[in-house]
């Protein structure tokens, strides 16, 4: 719903695509919205896998101390529920798009409302960030998830770099 509020507030005509869309948009611009977790949603994976190489969101493992975090070009940020959690919010072209893909890729709906949230209300600092907005992919951090819920977000960092790559790959523009 938060998408389709954010898609209305930039003029976009909504329209919604059956879960098991594959392939890709051509001229129109799409907004993905990440499922709990991502890698349960098909065609998010498929872009972080295909766009964001620098990304990986780890599977739950309570053997293990990453388990559901998110590593970014090697830094990881852990998911600590409730309390610290953490989602990308990215811009794409695929090569063979005409249009740009938008994704928010967080760990949970929360997460990713949140993040969605915090897009729509700081668009304007947020668009001064990374030095492109045409390709960039920014991590939003969700804090005191238990008093705040989905009301308390800022932005980590830009992880553009890390996240597409840093040997020059430009896949996507």
Do not use: W
């Not at 499922?35 to 949603?41: C, E, L, Y």
């Amino acid at each position: 719903m938060e998408l389709a509020l954010l898609t209305g507030e930039l003029g976009c005509r909504v329209e919604r695509e059956p879960g098991g869309f594959r392939g890709g948009d051509g001229d129109r611009t799409e907004f993905c919205g990440g499922a709990s977790p991502p890698a349960s949603d098909l065609h998010t994976r498929g872009h972080l896998a295909a766009h964001l190489p620098g990304t990986a969101f780890h599977p739950y493992d309570p053997e293990q101390p990453e388990s559901v975090a998110v590593t970014i070009g090697g830094t990881t940020y852990p998911f600590r529920k409730g309390d610290v959690e953490y989602a990308l919010v990215d811009r794409f072209t695929p090569e063979e798009s005409g249009a740009p893909v938008f994704v928010v890729a967080g760990r949970s709906s929360l997460t990713n409302l949140t993040a969605t949230r915090f897009l729509r209300r700081e668009y304007g600092r947020m668009a001064r960030e990374p030095a492109s907005v045409e390709r960039f992919c920014l991590l939003v951090r969700v804090s005191g998830i238990a008093a705040y819920a989905h009301h308390r977000a800022e932005l980590a960092r830009d992880v553009t770099a890390d996240a597409f790559g840093t040997d020059g790959d430009r896949r996507g523009r």
